[in-house]
């Protein structure tokens, strides 16, 4: 605990909305005791200011500094002391800018109204009391393997061991197959991924395997898999099966770059796959050209058309046990190889989304007609053509093409006419309906992530041995898709390539190079103790009070990365480096014994009863708490500050580091003191979003049922306390959410327990 704190006041910071020496006469007066040394500086962010607070920290052995003035989220490199606890109070964005007179009218700088005083007196105290519950956090040091586990030896897993290398760390690399090089061994060319980005490109994938095999920092395992994975970030260990036995490899960190499979093609028998040899898919097309195989010159590619969707007159075609087969989603397409038909129908019948590797493979293949045949047609016929980025250059070839023809159409019978096919097709570019008699027809598959076929990684985690809740991403390894690309649910593993999504080659290799510098960052993070996001460097993990736990497995079963096991009694047994302090585990807990040396229910408890809290709402007005995420509503907030759009000055925000570390009990204290409402303000959640830490906005809404409960019996009512939804650019929305909280709580009136 922080019991010697040098407060510091920012005067240029806060303006001329406040009265400093009021304040510091006021922070003398109440905390004399704790805080020997009360200050302010015209400038804080200057060099002699900051000297001068250290030279405070040395002559008065000073353990907190408070330093009032602008958000945490601003300067925050200028203000690192050693050997101290630092806290910040919001003085300018949650108090100056934010403030609003009650009746909504604006206030001018040269008044201090009595309301905004009472703001800053608020925050000034709940920041002492912040730190005095506060210790430092001391370290878990992890003296971790320098090795990165990569699973996958195609084109992306090839990538990731020889850039790990590069930077100095040694891999040991798994792949199924009896040799290296994935899919892109029966790639005849891809499309390009080198400047000028006009032609097709050689991926050489020989010269690419040749230079991993002769690396003496690389381990290569063919015709293996990973059979176990134990352990935690920096302290792994893998057991790999290979066909000479099992080996046991130490490792820090895993790349997971094992790709994806061809979706089932009965998916594609409306389109003719099946009933004629000329409909084939972009593999086995890709194969023909590969080998050298005769291609007729007329060609039909169809793409990201909605192979379910009834043709004219006949219903669905999809087969018997697709049940989950709805009209309004296509498949996504993909990359054209060799590979088996992922026949598994318990896997995700289609992928609601589509994508931009079906076009430039598609352009790429109609090049090869052209290449073949100097009077050869390619047809294009398409839903949407999605090209992305420097690909747009390949497409404009293309376009220029003679051979080559294009056009947006809606794909109504394909018909087998002994050696032709007939397409026939609606709402063209070209003009209305048209039938195209053509020699070949080639069709995309689905791109199924092979994550989608069961557990790769075969965890040895209390939570099981793979992935949770991949249905969301259609089987896809759960990075957060929004924030964090790369992660998965489990700290030290890093997804890359189309694993991750679909992607094209160029894509899958950046993402090689990105998921290797996560998975080293790990490692790094790991040996010094602290956190990987969304809190780097964060040197706290949960502390158990063991005596008074329950065993009731609420925190290992909530935590959203698996960081807990536990014992044959149902005591958790922590794996620190798997943590990334997101707090889920102490909200979850019912008995209060989970808690962080800086970050604690009892520091919150404490926050919350230093807010001042009129008995007479009628003539002083309500008091409302927000407890906001860290992550989105904090800068929600601080932006709308910022652009001049203020709040109303009955409510105290509390940062917290997710709404899943926010414990009942909590809201229990801010009731029971007599505030009116309690707003809890994380990010957004469901199928289009994702909280930082997965499931914190999910669970506190689950929890906050309980809440509603509790309320009820105690005859105060439910909607006193409130969840709301913020992306971290909805900051203008974020002073009409508090706004429309605060007539509701206006008109119910005061809290029932005021003035006890």
Not at 234 to 261: K, M, N
Not at 306 to 325: I, Q, R
Not at 552 to 580: I, M, Q, V, W, Y
């Amino acid at each position: 605990m922080a019991t010697k704190i040098g407060v510091y006041f920012d005067q240029s910071a806060i303006g001329g909305g406040l009265d400093v020496e009021e304040l510091i006469s006021g922070v003398e007066k109440k905390w004399s005791a704790l805080c020997p040394v009360v200050k302010s500086f015209p400038i804080m962010a200057k060099e002699a200011a900051r000297a001068e607070i250290t030279a405070d920290i040395e002559e008065n052995e000073l353990d907190g500094v408070l330093l009032c003035g602008s958000s945490p989220r601003f300067d925050w490199d200028l203000y690192r002391f050693t050997g101290v606890q630092v806290e910040r109070v919001s003085l300018r964005e949650g108090c100056v800018l934010a403030y609003k007179n009650p009746d909504g009218t604006p206030h001018t700088e040269d008044e201090a109204p009595e309301l905004l005083t009472e703001m800053a007196v608020d925050y000034i105290n709940m920041g002492v009391v912040k730190l005095q519950k506060s210790n430092r956090p001391t370290p878990q040091l992890v003296e971790g393997s320098q090795r990165i586990l990569v699973l996958g030896g195609g084109w992306t897993g090839l990538t990731a061991a020889k850039a790990a290398t590069e930077a100095g760390y040694k891999v040991t690399l798994v792949e199924k197959d009896a040799q290296l090089g994935g899919k892109a061994l029966n790639l005849w060319y891809t499309f390009p991924i080198t400047p000028p980005h006009t032609t097709p490109y050689d991926p050489d994938i020989a010269a690419k395997v040749q230079e991993i095999t002769a690396n003496s920092e690389i381990t290569v395992l063919t015709g293996s898999t990973l059979k176990s994975l134990s352990g935690c970030p920096g302290e792994y260990t893998a057991v790999i099966t290979t066909p000479a036995g099992e080996e046991t490899h130490e490792v820090g960190s895993v790349v997971l770059a094992t790709g994806w499979q061809p979706q089932n093609t009965a998916l594609l028998e409306p389109l003719g796959y099946g009933k004629s040899p000329k409909v084939v898919t972009t593999a086995e097309f890709e194969k023909m050209n590969k080998l050298g195989t005769p291609i007729p010159s007329r060609v039909a590619f169809i793409l990201n058309t909605d192979l379910c969707k009834p043709m004219e007159g006949s219903p669905c075609n999809c087969p018997e046990d697709a049940a989950a087969c709805t009209p309004d989603k296509a498949p996504a397409k993909a990359e054209a190889e060799e590979a088996p038909a992922y026949t598994d129908m318990e896997s995700p019948r289609h992928l609601g989304y589509s994508n931009a590797v079906n076009s430039v493979v598609a352009l790429k293949q109609a090049g090869y007609v052209t290449q073949r045949h100097e009077d050869g047609i390619a047809y294009i016929l398409y839903d949407s053509m999605v090209v992305q980025g420097v690909h747009e250059r390949f497409y404009k070839t293309a376009q220029n093409i003679p051979g080559i023809m294009m056009t947006k159409a809606d794909i109504r019978e394909v018909v087998v006419q002994g050696e032709t096919l007939l397409v026939r097709a609606d709402n063209t570019l070209i003009g209305g309906n048209i039938e195209l008699e053509v020699d070949m027809i080639v069709l995309p598959t689905g791109m199924v992530p092979t994550t989608a076929k069961g557990p790769i990684m075969q965890f040895e985690y209390r939570q099981g041995p793979g992935f949770p809740d991949l249905a969301l991403f259609d089987g896809f390894a759960d990075s957060n898709y929004i924030c964090f690309p790369y992660e998965t649910r489990r700290t030290g593993v890093y997804a890359a390539g189309c694993v991750r999504q679909p992607m094209t080659m160029d894509s899958a290799e950046e993402d090689a190079y990105g998921a290797t510098l996560k998975a080293i960052q790990c490692i790094e993070s790991a040996n010094h103790g602290v956190a990987v996001h969304p809190r780097s460097g964060d040197l706290s993990y949960p502390i158990f009070n063991f005596v008074r736990c329950t065993q009731c497995k609420r925190c290992t079963e909530e935590c959203p990365f698996g960081a807990l096991d536990d014992d044959e009694k149902g005591t958790p047994k922590p794996n620190p480096s798997r943590c990334r302090r997101c707090g889920t585990c102490m909200g979850a807990c019912p008995e209060r014994v989970i808690s962080f040396e800086n970050y604690n229910i009892d520091q919150i408890g404490s926050m919350i009863r230093e807010i001042r809290v009129p008995d007479d709402m009628a003539a002083e007005g309500p008091r409302v708490l927000i407890l906001a995420c860290e992550n989105d509503a904090l800068p929600a907030f601080d932006m709308a500050a910022m652009r001049g759009t203020p709040w109303n000055p009955y409510v105290r925000i509390i940062p917290v580091r997710c709404l899943g570390s926010v414990n009942a009990i909590w809201v229990a204290d801010a009731m029971s003191k007599g505030i009116d409402g309690v707003m809890l303000m994380g990010c957004k959640y469901g199928d289009d979003y994702q909280c930082h830490f997965v499931k914190g906005s999910e669970i506190c809404n689950r929890r906050k049922e309980n809440i509603a409960e509790t309320l009820n019996r105690l005859g105060v009512e439910p909607d006193r306390v409130a969840q709301y939804e913020v992306a971290i650019d909805e900051y203008d929305k974020v002073p009409q959410m508090v706004d429309e909280f605060m007539r509701m709580i206006f008109e119910k009136g005061p809290n029932p327990f005021k003035g006890y």
